[in-house]
């Protein structure tokens, strides 16, 4: 083909750049300021895609972001691959790759296409009807040929290579929508220079319909020219901030709308400091929407053929682009603004013919307009149906006769055809800020009634479709009495839901939803089986769905619903419109926050000590947390057995800095302290430490610690790792809100210590030569004692505690001298054969001593009495968090699960954590459960599996035998006494 | 997201806060004297209303401070906020616009 489809002169294209853009691999010529879309139809080209479930044949069919068919994957070279990208909306560079999707083997050759002939089976709700039997062969069969032969791109396989950014803005006013009502509002509004105005537009640059519009004056100057001039002025404010190629896709409470901004997909070559894209967070004290109007298709058989295209979308490739779509054009269409197109097609010395639905008394001022430039228009005819298959070649028309009816038919000979059945306001933001719809008859179309929030509508998104009036209410809203005098628009279309027909074309197809598929004979089947509300038919048939939303289909389905159940629009009701507005990538939802900065990680002082000597981490909330240190080929149960056997007969050493850590100081600590905690703790002498449980209101276990008493007016509270947050927010919510009277201050110092835990026999040992200001002995330094001093220098807070049974230290230093004191005790443990140990091993310590673990052995529904620990609770103590509700029916009643130890009968079985405990293996199923394994482990120090239980009335079934569910079937285990090493605590005080 | 004017810093995004519950549910001061099922009442029990309701909201990310918010739980309007330990103000709901 060698005649060009790119008109000599004309269009907003840079013809000082010319590119080439790639389309299945075929070079295409095209210029800086194409899109993919425009570059295609430039080239001829209208043929682009197969459609999602008929595999038919599809093109270009509008030139924005509604386009439902035009799906490209996208390769912008650089591992920049994507797919399922609207034509309309890629602006093409040098070396842009194109493809186009769901075919096999070729675009042109589908195989796929057998299912435009299997028509009758894919009908609305194919789904729930074709494969239901045999059942098991939908997972198996039908699913992956469906997933394979429906659907659209492929999902690249790569990471996103690209970068994403967030930005968070405050404006006196957000216009969205950047076309003449949009432009007079932000103009209105920002003439106060104090007063804040963003003004965001979608498109690459600000203008909307001006930037296709030719032939308007406004004001007696080219709309052009009074585009160029209205930017100059808004440029040239400092409180106007422009956001081009930037979609506001989300209208939240209070204001708040999500902006996506597009900022290096249309460069062949962007910096590398440009992220892709981002993501503007607007809080606005008013927000006017000017986001223009979608038109709608005419629906007829076989609408979809490459070549049909919207009327003004015609108008738009041939003034912006400068690209032909069509030699021999026919214009169908209900109404006015048709003509517009069909006049520039004319302009351009194109064949133009119109075929209006409308009969000529009906029609405007566009009418003469037209015959005055020579097009014929053949008033009162309807469209019955197309030729050609991957391009139009012919539109049949009929005329109708005073009833209505279709004559003969007649076949217009065409390359391309425009199609116009009026106009949808685009409500969609209105709509999701919850403002109300209401519905005009004279428009046929919602348009936005009440507001929810501080924002107003104006233009086209509230069916004004005059240009001199649009300017005029965007002016309005933004402040000014701004008038202008412009050249009146062609306004007005007669409402039609499906273009008369002769008989019952049974077997056509003509599609509401193109994206999606969906015929008007699919809508009256869901009708007539019964589907009535909207939201339902939009779910069975699926139109209105996927990329688009809809938005060139979904008052042509509304209208058709409402015609075949002889109601009203307004009694139908529309769906409802949700964020995205536009497809908005995920990346720009993530923002920063991938990879390492996906979640923040804590680490301890010691951490890198760890990492050099191999230990291997867990996650434990923030946490990197050494889990245990391998050496040589150890795995994970040889390295714990070594670091749990040496604690108990050496010396161990343990980073326990992730404790929660709370100071609780003022005049009122004590008491505050005594609210907080079951135990008392007004007696407790200075140098101290007690363990402590804390309930939350309900009586139920919160967290647990030790806390020391410092000075009688200062507490260092230890909690949970996990539970250091929620404890002091626990703890200032009572402060603030229940007891603001207490002299109390709550201070957060976890950070701000690390703690090394010293235990074993030789923990006395190796600690002697570092200290000289506290004296160790078991008489001066008792268990459960706390001291200040100093450990080789460096200020301590020394605890003498224990979470291992064994003789032990916690040493509490500044958090930077952390490892410089890890390294010292280490040093001078080597001759004691000192072995750091993880938090492996601290568990299986602990369990072995039936130490419990907040959120191990509880789970938010367990009282100190369920674990034994009942003498914790400070019975004479008037009142504290929780005490009411340990006298609640409920928690007082027997048969609640308590904790028990576990035997198993086979020693070397490790129970699963979790497993479910049974009386009576052979009873029938449902069986009757009564408890759960909570902490198992193989502990090398008994010799033996251990277990800790939760078992219902389990402090009564001591040498009972139970059953555990195990992977294998049940295993059967005696319930003991939840301790198994050192029952007498002696080693305590080595 | 909601914007939600803190007492103490002036208004900030949702995100900064927490949301506590039914507000001016003050803790018994002697709990021993209450039976079961004034207990449960005061544990359980709280009221859901649709229109006006008092919250607890605590500025989580920002001072940390707990105050009390009258939201309508129809239109997700916070029609005002005042300091914990303050009294629920007397408010006619105005039904315009929201900022």
């Not at chain 1, 100059?232 to 901004?261: K, Q």
């Not at chain 1, 992220?275 to 986001?291: C, D, F, H, K, Y």
């Not at chain 2, 549910?25 to 009442?41: G, H, K, M, N, V």
């Amino acid at each position: 083909m060698t005649r060009s489809y790119r008109l000599p002169n004309g269009g907003r294209i840079d013809r000082s750049k010319p590119i080439i853009v790639h389309f299945n691999g075929r070079p295409l010529p095209a210029f800086e300021g194409d899109t993919a879309a425009s570059a295609l139809i430039a080239n001829g080209i209208h043929f682009v895609g197969r459609s999602f479930k008929y595999h038919r044949p599809r093109g270009i069919l509008s030139h924005g972001s509604d386009e439902p068919n035009a799906l490209l994957d996208v390769d912008r070279g650089r591992d920049r691959r994507d797919p399922n990208n609207r034509a309309t909306v890629v602006e093409a560079f040098d070396g842009l790759s194109l493809s186009s999707q769901n075919h096999w083997p070729s675009l042109g050759l589908d195989v796929g296409e057998i299912n435009n002939v299997l028509g009758s089976v894919f009908v609305a709700g194919f789904y729930y009807k074709t494969f239901m039997w045999p059942p098991t062969f939908w997972t198996k069969v039908y699913e992956p040929i469906i997933r394979r032969a429906a659907g659209l791109g492929e999902v690249p396989k790569k990471p996103d290579p690209d970068r994403y950014t967030q930005r968070h803005a405050h404006c006196e006013t957000l216009v969205v929508g950047a076309g003449p009502a949009g432009l007079a509002a932000a103009l209105a509004a920002s003439e106060n220079p104090k007063s804040r105005v963003i003004l965001c537009d979608e498109q690459s640059e600000p203008g909307g319909t001006l930037l296709h519009d030719m032939t308007s004056q406004i004001d007696g100057v080219s709309a052009q020219q009074w585009l160029t001039k209205a930017m100059a002025e808004l440029n040239a404010r400092p409180n106007v901030t422009i956001l081009s190629r930037t979609t506001a896709f989300g209208y939240f409470n209070h204001n708040h709308i999500a902006l996506a901004e597009r900022i290096t997909d249309h460069l062949r070559q962007p910096h590398a400091d440009l992220p892709r894209e981002r993501l503007w967070q607007v809080r606005a004290g008013r927000v006017i929407l000017a986001t223009g109007s979608h038109e709608r298709p005419l629906v007829f058989a076989n609408n979809d053929r490459p070549g049909i295209m919207l009327a003004e979308s015609l108008r738009c490739f041939i003034n912006r682009y400068a690209a032909v779509p069509g030699r021999q054009v026919v214009i169908a269409t209900s109404g006015a603004s048709a003509y517009a197109a069909a006049l520039d097609l004319k302009s351009a010395g194109l064949d133009v013919t119109i075929v209006d639905l409308r009969r000529e008394a009906d029609c405007g001022l566009e009418f003469k307009a037209a015959i005055h430039a020579g097009i014929e228009v053949l008033p009162a005819h309807t469209v019955i149906g197309t030729k050609g298959r991957t391009r139009v070649s012919g539109l049949i028309v009929a005329k109708l006769d005073d009833n209505g009816h279709p004559g003969a038919p007649r076949v217009l000979a065409c390359d391309c055809v425009g199609m116009s059945g009026g106009w949808t306001p685009a409500v969609h933001l209105h709509s999701q800020s919850r403002g109300k719809l209401t519905f005009d008859t004279l428009l046929d179309a919602f348009i936005p009634g009440h507001s929810a929030q501080n924002e107003t509508s104006v233009g086209s998104c509230r069916g004004i479709y005059d240009l001199a009036a649009c300017i005029a209410d965007g002016a309005q809203a933004g402040g000014s009495q701004l008038t202008v005098a412009a050249t009146n628009s062609f306004v007005g279309f007669q409402a039609v839901r499906s273009m008369p027909a002769p008989t019952d074309q049974g077997s056509v197809k003509a599609f509401i939803d193109f994206q999606n598929d969906v015929t008007a004979k699919d809508v009256k089947l869901a009708v007539r089986e019964g589907f009535e509300s909207i939201e339902h038919v939009k779910r069975y048939t699926t139109t209105g769905m996927a990329t688009d939303q809809g938005k060139t289909s979904n008052m042509n389905t509304l209208g058709l619903v409402a015609d075949e159940l002889g109601k009203q629009i307004p009694q139908i009701g529309t769906t409802t419109f949700r964020l995205p507005y536009t497809p908005v990538s995920f990346g720009s939802f993530a923002g920063a926050n991938r990879g390492d900065l996906f979640d923040p990680t804590r680490i301890t002082p010691m951490h890198d000590w760890a990492a050099r000597h191999g230990a291997t981490f867990e996650d434990v909330g923030l946490w990197k947390r050494a889990w245990y240190y391998p050496t040589g080929d150890e795995d994970m149960n040889a390295a714990v057995d070594r670091e749990t056997r040496a604690v108990r007969t050496n010396v161990g050493l343990f980073d326990a800095s992730t404790l929660g850590k709370i100071e609780v100081s003022g005049p009122d600590a004590a008491e505050f302290m005594n609210r907080i905690y079951t135990n008392a703790w007004a007696k407790l002498e200075p140098g101290r430490c007690r363990y402590g449980l804390m309930l939350k209101e309900d009586g139920y276990i919160m967290d647990d610690g030790v806390a020391a008493r410092l000075t009688p007016n200062l507490f260092h509270v230890t909690t949970t790792t996990g539970g250091a947050p929620r404890v002091l927010a626990h703890m200032e919510d009572y402060l603030q809100t229940e007891w603001p009277d207490l002299k109390v201050f709550l201070t957060s110092i976890t950070e701000q210590w690390a703690v090394i835990a010293l235990q074993g026999r030789h923990a006395r040992d190796i600690l002697a030569p570092l200290i000289s200001d506290i004296d160790l002995t078991e008489q001066a330094f008792p268990h459960m004692a706390v001291r200040t001093g100093h450990i080789s220098d460096v200020p301590c807070r020394l605890f003498r505690v224990s979470f291992t049974g064994e003789l032990g230290y916690e040493i509490n230093v500044p958090a930077d001298y952390g490892e410089a004191i890890w390294n010292m005790i280490y040093d001078g443990g080597q001759r004691f054969g000192i072995t750091p140990y993880g938090t492996e091993a601290m568990h299986v310590l602990r369990a072995e001593k039936g130490f419990i673990i907040v959120g191990q052995e509880t789970d938010g529904t367990v009282t100190p009495d369920d674990l034994g620990l009942g003498g914790l609770v400070g019975k004479a103590k008037r009142d504290f968090v929780g005490k009411r509700s340990l006298g609640r029916p409920d928690v007082v009643a027997a048969g609640r699960k308590q904790l028990v130890g576990l035997r198993t009968a086979n020693p070397a079985l490790v129970l699963d954590e979790g497993a479910q405990i049974v009386t009576d293996p052979n009873q029938p199923i449902p069986m009757k459960m009564i408890g759960h394994v909570t902490s198992s482990y193989m502990s090398g120090n008994v010799g033996r599996s251990i277990a800790l239980a939760m078992v219902t009335d389990g402090r009564r079934r001591i040498n009972e035998r139970l059953h555990v569910t195990t992977p294998a079937g049940f295993t059967e285990a005696t319930v003991v006494e939840p301790i198994f090493f050192d029952p007498e605590g002696v080693r305590l005080h080595a | 997201m909601l914007l939600i004017n803190c007492p103490h810093c002036g208004p900030r995004a949702e995100i900064e806060f927490r949301c506590g519950g039914e507000a001016h549910i003050a803790r018994p001061t002697d709990p021993s004297a209450l039976d079961d099922t004034a207990w449960a009442q005061f544990l359980f029990y709280r009221s859901s209303p649709k229109g006006e309701h008092a919250e607890r909201w605590n500025h989580t990310h920002g001072c940390q401070r707990w105050f009390n918010a009258v939201r309508d739980t129809v239109s997700d309007r916070i029609i005002t906020t005042y300091k914990s330990g303050e009294p629920r103000p007397d408010i006619t709901t105005n039904t315009t616009g929201e900022r």
